[in-house]
């Protein structure tokens, strides 16, 4: 799409809530333009961040009529959480455009570092930009949850590298022409828009020659990860993943180690909330791809060996 951000004074958001989406918002944002969103329900955790950057939240039943914008971006669950409110947008006879679409134009100017794969894509984002944060590339970052090193899914940086989580529904990563494209690995998921496994693979295929790295196995790296503070092999062959991309970016083995030496996690990533009476431990977790929930209670196998489940 063959569209001049410098020209847009005014975005709106149509399901601002998600954690994609609300990243983008704050680049947005960040880049001097009047953003609103439009949400269906109250969400604290990612509203309020927005809110805190002056951004103004419209909630679907307070909407009356949509405000004109330059341009619109929607969250693909709008389809069906509000259809609506999506053809009202089109009616401005402006740019109306999926997150997607919007997160590659946004992209364009940046050497992208594009982490996608069935599972591991935050973690694994966020573990890459700890990496270059700490090895001072600055790096601009979008990911799919809160990361603690920075409080936020969304860094404004000042460099030339982006790192990006790229979701691989609706084949949402071919937006993206990275200078690094990381596939941390590829199973039978969001079967409501891949045919079958073959069709996924397929997918992550023209991901993957879309990046300028020839095509590497980062398993070579697990005997240099660290003792690392999260638990589980997923998250081990994650921060293999993040050393190989590191190792691309001549970044110092001392400094990566160090670093996922240091990383403690992202929100709803295995996150420890609280341990209540009677020694029982309460973990809030995103996963629910059954590959996923097994890692998950795996890595708590190994992180308490001698408790009840």
């Known amino acids: 799409m063959n569209l001049d951000l410098s020209k847009i004074k005014k975005v709106g958001f149509i399901g601002i809530g998600g954690i ?5 918002a704050k680049w947005a944002r960040a880049r001097d333009m009047e953003v609103i969103g439009i949400n269906d329900e109250e969400s604290p955790a990612t509203l309020n961040s927005l ?36 053809e009202e947008a ?25 982490v996608s794969g069935t599972h591991g894509k935050t973690t694994t984002t966020a573990m890459i930009a700890d990496i270059l944060i700490d090895a001072g590339f600055d790096p601009t970052v979008i990911v ?47 079967l409501d828009c891949y045919k079958d496994l073959n069709d996924i693979k397929k997918a992550f295929k023209k991901f993957l020659s ?10 070579e790296y697990l005997s240099k990860v660290p003792k690392l503070s999260v638990p589980g092999v997923h998250n081990r062959q994650n921060a293999a993943a993040a050393l190989a991309v590191a190792k691309i970016l001549d970044i110092s083995e001392e400094v990566s180690r160090k670093s996922l030496e240091e990383f ?14 009677r020694g029982i431990i309460i973990y809030d977790d995103y996963a629910h791809h059954p590959t996923e929930v097994k890692a998950s209670l795996e890595a708590l196998r190994e992180l308490y060996p001698k408790k009840e489940y």
């Open 20 to 24: 994609g989406i609300s990243a983008l």
């Open 144 to 190: 799919g949850s809160f990361v603690k090193k920075f409080g936020s899914n969304f860094r404004g940086g000042h460099s030339e590298y982006l790192v990006v989580e790229a979701d691989e529904y609706n084949r949402h990563m071919l937006h993206l022409h990275p200078y690094i494209g990381l596939v941390t690995n590829i199973e039978a998921d969001h």
């Open 51 to 86: 809110r805190e950057k002056g951004i103004r939240i419209i909630l679907k039943k307070d909407l009356e009529k949509l405000e004109e914008c330059d341009l619109y971006v929607y969250s693909d669950a709008w389809f069906y959480r509000g259809p609506e409110i999506i």
């Open 264 to 277: 403690t996690g992202t929100w709803r990533r295995l996150e420890k909330k609280e341990e209540i009476k």
């Open 210 to 219: 879309q990046s300028e790295i020839p095509i590497k196995d980062y398993e």
């Open 90 to 114: 089109k009616g401005f006879n402006v740019p109306v455009i999926s997150y997607a679409e919007a997160l590659g134009l946004f992209a364009q100017d940046y050497k992208i570092i594009a």
